[in-house]
């Protein structure tokens, strides 16, 4: 069986799935991490920025990542399109089957906050990657903490951001043990822990990053 068939089928699309939702799930907590030196001022964070734009290996490690981000999408969206063809009559009633079910409000809604995850990163590179760039210090270097104030002096644009993190914890919440689910790593003992852990880290994540934008606008 060749590479292709082996990760076109259901089995190999689960796997692809978990594998590139846990690099992406690596690589949100490593990006709060360095969001979070906002709170350490506008030197500190304009500083770490620079180092992070300036390293030689931040475009080889972007164009990764966005690799492994649209396989992500295009695996999830056509298993989607795929179960809903296998089953084309909905379910009259849907129901929690108890304690033993995995069924959420987060792992039903998984194929839309995941497009509007989509959608927030879209708008997140266009106002805060290529948005507008502002030179400080000699030798100049852009000054995104400026950029990022702007942006969040509008409360609309707290609010979508709010808005949007809410989603993509949802996302994270029931993403993070069905990856483990998915690559063949969840064993009944520790199950729960897996579950437990996912909705820790998508409150983290989506708290952690929906507070930003609400400090930088109650802060002016």
């Not at 179960?83 to 849907?94: G, L």
């Not at 520790?190 to 802060?219: Q, S």
Request: hydrophobic share 50%; charged share 10%; with cysteine.
């Amino acid at each position: 069986m060749s590479f292709r068939r082996v990760f076109s089928s259901s089995v190999g699309t689960k796997l692809l799935i978990g594998v590139t939702g846990l690099l992406l799930f690596a690589y949100l907590l490593l990006h709060l991490a360095g969001n979070l030196l906002i709170f350490a001022g506008q030197s500190t964070f304009n500083e770490y920025s620079h180092t992070l734009i300036s390293n030689p290996l931040t475009v080889p490690v972007e164009i990764a990542l966005l690799l492994v981000f649209l396989l992500h999408v295009y695996k999830t969206v056509t298993m989607w399109f795929a179960n809903q063809r296998a089953r084309p009559i909905a379910y009259e009633k849907t129901s929690w089957a108890g304690y033993t079910s995995r069924k959420s409000v987060a792992s039903t809604t998984m194929i839309w906050t995941g497009l509007a995850t989509l959608l927030f990163v879209g708008i997140h590179l266009a106002q805060m990657k290529y948005g507008a760039w502002y030179p400080i210090g000699d030798p100049p270097i852009r000054d995104l903490y400026r950029t990022e104030v702007e942006v969040f002096s509008s409360p609309v644009w707290v609010t979508v951001y709010v808005v949007c993190m809410i989603l993509i914890g949802l996302h994270l919440r029931h993403g993070f043990s069905s990856a483990f689910q998915s690559i063949g790593a969840d064993h009944p003992l520790y199950a729960k822990r897996l579950v437990a852990a996912g909705i820790v880290l998508a409150i983290l994540i989506g708290g952690g990053f929906a507070i930003i934008p609400v400090y930088l606008y109650f802060r002016q």
